[in-house]
């Protein structure tokens, strides 16, 4: 997101980044259309690999649990979660570390989408 800096079209008058679960009232079908897409979204990610669509190129293992927490809306214990993801042989090790960081830098990692191709796999966390 802080790459993306949302733009009001021109039936807004203003546009922000909310939580999921702190919506204002949204206008027409909004609302329904949000559900609908939350709710498709927590089916798909189970089955395809779109939460690697959502993240940076280049991502921390903390990264992508946490995006599946959030659009899963539940807690993911790390050590199964870590070796799921990384059993699956779908990540890249790219050899890197964080930049700029407080904590100790983690290992950056990149989905390796030529591998998913040539898999069957199940992201049921």
Same mark, same amino acid.
């Given at each position: 997101?802080?790459?993306?800096?949302?733009?009001?079209?021109?039936?807004?008058?203003?546009?922000?980044?909310?939580?999921?679960?702190?919506?204002?009232?949204?206008?027409?079908?909004?609302?329904?259309?949000?559900?609908?897409?939350?709710?498709?979204?927590?089916?798909?990610?189970?089955?395809?690999?779109? @939460?690697?669509? +959502? #993240?940076?190129?280049?991502?921390?293992?903390?990264?992508?649990?946490?995006?599946?927490? *959030?659009? %899963?809306? &539940?807690?993911?214990?790390?050590?199964?979660?870590?070796?799921?993801?990384? @059993?699956?042989? +779908? #990540?890249?090790?790219?050899?890197?570390?964080?930049?700029?960081?407080?904590?100790?830098? *983690?290992? %950056?990692? &990149?989905?390796?989408?030529?591998?998913?191709?040539?898999?069957?796999?199940?992201?049921?966390?």
């Amino acid at each position: 997101m802080d790459n993306f800096s949302p733009k009001a079209g021109d039936d807004a008058a203003k546009t922000a980044w909310f939580s999921i679960n702190n919506l204002p009232k949204l206008a027409f079908d909004h609302q329904k259309i949000i559900e609908m897409a939350l709710m498709r979204l927590r089916g798909k990610i189970r089955y395809e690999p779109i @939460g690697f669509e +959502l #993240l940076p190129t280049k991502f921390t293992l903390t990264e992508l649990q946490k995006l599946y927490e *959030a659009i %899963l809306e &539940k807690e993911i214990d790390k050590r199964n979660f870590r070796k799921k993801i990384l @059993g699956s042989n +779908l #990540l890249l090790d790219l050899n890197e570390k964080q930049k700029g960081v407080a904590h100790k830098p *983690a290992k %950056l990692y &990149k989905f390796d989408h030529e591998q998913y191709l040539n898999t069957s796999l199940n992201f049921e966390l």
